[in-house]
């Protein structure tokens, strides 16, 4: 800021502000958003089955994730769900979307006939679109 000495009364010189500290402050916390967001969309931890078969490209912005742990609990995008109250909790989710696709990560320890189970409520309620996520393996072996 510039202080004038003179007695005139052009004051457009003392009206400067000093936007480099602002400047600072937005670049730091900009860092620091590129570093955390990432972190935000981890979902629930499950072992997922490995596969040789390529993702998909994902055309959905904001998918629904169903989550089955190791020890038969789901979860809705990270919202812990009781068993019984899957089919209600996922209805609620569904209605409000236009898109009624949903994924399904699975835990590999768990038995086959409650995935299956759970592809039967998927069903009834009227689910075409499904999604598998798995994991893809990072030791590939080729067969010559």
Do not use: C, W
């Amino acid at each position: 800021m510039a202080f004038r000495t003179s007695d005139s009364d052009d004051l457009s010189d003392m009206a400067e502000i000093n936007v480099t500290p602002l400047v600072d402050v937005m670049l730091v916390l900009l860092i620091i958003f590129m570093v955390t967001a990432p972190m935000l969309h981890q979902g629930v931890a499950v072992a997922l089955p490995k596969t040789a078969t390529t993702n998909l490209p994902s055309s959905i912005e904001d998918p629904i994730i169903l989550s089955i742990t190791r020890e038969g609990l789901y979860y809705i995008n990270e919202t812990p769900v009781a068993r019984g109250l899957l089919k209600e909790r996922l209805g609620a989710f569904l209605r409000t979307r236009k898109d009624r696709t949903v994924f399904l990560k699975a835990d590999r320890a768990l038995s086959y006939g409650t995935v299956v189970e759970t592809l039967d409520v998927l069903n009834r309620m009227g689910i075409e679109n499904l999604g598998m996520i798995t994991e893809t393996p990072t030791n590939r072996k080729t067969n010559r």
